[in-house]
């Protein structure tokens, strides 16, 4: 079975990567339990690269951010002239079939929430190599913004607090559980002529309480460990 080499938790023989933590899951090549997603295009096989044209319309710019099964580009949609951020998954998942039917989930719950404090989704191809459109965001995630101030005042940390929780309670509306909130997905967005928004950034790993395809195996947790609650470490019933 594939094994995560940071959590030591074991997958599904069609995991690539460990819902928990998004690491490489690493597997033994004689383990018969195991079958590698093969890719039919060798166009797919490496990711796309920064002055790439993406589907005729976007033109990639730089890496804005990355993660095990994604990378996050800014690029222009050249038909409009606005800048937008591009989310990609990895060339080496595009067989696996969870990790794409949860990269369009994301945008499906994400999109569906139209909240401000809910990053904007704008477009989403699911055929070739999938892509996720997003409103680019100006300013920095607070897990940038405490490593360079390693502490807030308590008014910085209430309205930082305040922001994360009204968008917590729009997706909580729709029945909706992020299960992935961090310092690393909230952003303190920068909008001009209206000043700071807070916003809550990727749905990956969210989960529709109702009406919801099941993409996690019973008995397992995702989210990043460290900041996980433990009833969601436990996998209770609610997540």
Request: charged fraction near 25%; include cysteine.
């Amino acid at each position: 079975m594939p094994k995560c080499p940071l959590c030591q938790t074991q997958w599904a023989p069609d995991h690539r990567f460990c819902p928990i933590d998004g690491s490489a899951l690493e597997v033994d090549p004689d383990d018969p339990s195991v079958e590698l997603p093969t890719l039919v295009d060798d166009h797919f096989l490496t990711d796309p690269q920064p002055g790439d044209l993406l589907d005729g319309k976007y033109e990639l710019i730089r890496v804005i951010g990355e993660g095990g099964v994604g990378v996050v580009y800014e690029a222009l949609h050249k038909r409009i002239d606005r800048r937008v951020a591009i989310k990609l998954l990895r060339a080496q998942i595009l067989g696996d079939e969870v990790q794409l039917k949860r990269f369009a989930e994301e945008a499906r719950l994400a999109g569906g929430i139209g909240h401000d404090g809910i990053v904007e989704i704008l477009d989403l191809e699911i055929k070739g190599h999938p892509y996720l459109v997003m409103e680019l965001l100006v300013g920095e995630s607070l897990a940038d913004h405490l490593e360079d101030e390693r502490k807030l005042s308590p008014q910085r940390a209430i309205q930082i607090a305040m922001g994360t929780l009204e968008a917590l309670g729009a997706a909580h509306q729709r029945d909706i559980v992020h299960r992935d909130v961090k310092p690393g997905n909230i952003f303190m967005a920068r909008k001009e002529g209206r000043g700071e928004v807070i916003k809550l950034l990727d749905f990956g790993i969210a989960r529709a309480l109702r009406n919801s395809m099941r993409l996690t195996m019973p008995g397992r947790a995702v989210g990043t460990a460290i900041f996980m609650a433990p009833e969601q470490i436990m996998s209770c019933l609610l997540y």
